[in-house]
């Protein structure tokens, strides 16, 4: 063996498998047991640890991360002047300098325990920088992290000449998935039009949906039952993706549980953002203002699968944010009140194995013959992980450590603070 992890609590889905070993060879996980006694290059103790198979992102603008700023500041915070700069700042751009903020950051989601990013392309810019800089990026990364690009047409695909060229263009310099956003499209024919054109393109080429859906708090945008009815007559179930779904919360019940019944039916999965959505989505309420974050708890108890993404990382949306998904996930936590005990889980299941059903990876977990992309926390369980957001201390990726964090340590009048509750 290469590597063994001694000693760990392993998160799976269900119960945890308490002090467990782990044995590496190559690339992949040869062994999960107790008591593995083979000799290896590498012996880590766990201690008790929790291990986890890395997290993932699913759903993050990489050519946008640390722009925040760079042409000005976004003074309102809105969505609508964050576009604004956005779309100034955009031909001003190269691609050296897009892939040297784009590895920043990388780096930032590695340390933290990422081994997964899916990030969107902004396709809407003949030049295509975004999506060279990341393709460009996906293969000079792939020793630390395994990237999905999503071609993304930012200001659409029917509402201007050309917007569908920039589709094409941008999955022809190796865009994975096909992205879409059906509710910023002109009229409701438009935005309809749009989708099918995601799908045929998807079809056609068999790649992966992810589409920025609904992202309004307008309760008539309705562009989710038409990506529903569309993965059911294609028959393309779980490699689609609704991303934001945040029209969801303004919809009357009676048609929400409605749509979350298809939803289920149809395997669609839904990414929820929650950084993104509670600082930019209802803007223009007085009070009481909505959470602008789609049904998350709801959709789960529905059978569908929810995962999330960090969606900004100081960008000219959100100033904010270190590439955290224990972050992400604490905030959906507590913004979709999700403090029951098999919640808090759950939580933690969204940046791990549900993300990984949502971008189909294959060989994800903590499992013999998966690959050995893994993560120790220096916490013993899922919910410690959310309550205590510890260091990421050794992170894996295919069997070769690519981070490691030392915990911080604190003392008060000369004691060592332990964080965890004790006996
Ligand atoms: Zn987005």
Known sequence: MDIILKNANVAHRDEPVRNADIAIKGE????????????????????????????IDAHVHLDAVLAAGLERDNQSGTLHEGIEIWTDFKPKRTVEAIKERARRAIDWEVAQGAGFIRTHADVCDDAQLSTQALVELRDELRDRVDIQIVAFPQVGIKSFPGGEKQMRDSLDMGADVVGGIPHNEVTREAGHASVMFIFDEAEKRGLKIDVHCDEVDDSHARFLEVMVEQTFQRGMGASVTASHCVAMHSYNNAYAYRLMGWVARSELNVTAN????????????SYPKRRGMTRVKELLQAGVNVGIGHDSIMDPWYPLG???????ASLALHVCQMSGVEEIDTCFDMITWRNAQNLGLENYGVASGAQADLVIFDAA??????????????????????????????TVMGGRVDFTRGN
């Open 381 to 410: 369980s899922k919910a410690d992980v959310l309550r205590i957001n510890p260091a990421c201390t050794h992170v894996f990726k295919r069997g070769q450590l690519v981070s490691e964090t030392k915990p911080a340590e604190s």
């Open 28 to 55: 992949t996980i040869a062994a999960v047991e107790a008591n593995i006694t083979a000799e290896a290059g590498q012996t880590i103790d766990c201690g008790g640890r929790l291990v986890s198979g890395s997290l």
């Open 274 to 285: 929650p950084f993104d959505n509670i600082i930019l989505q209802a803007r223009e309420d």
């Open 322 to 328: 270190r590439g955290d998904m224990v972050d992400a």
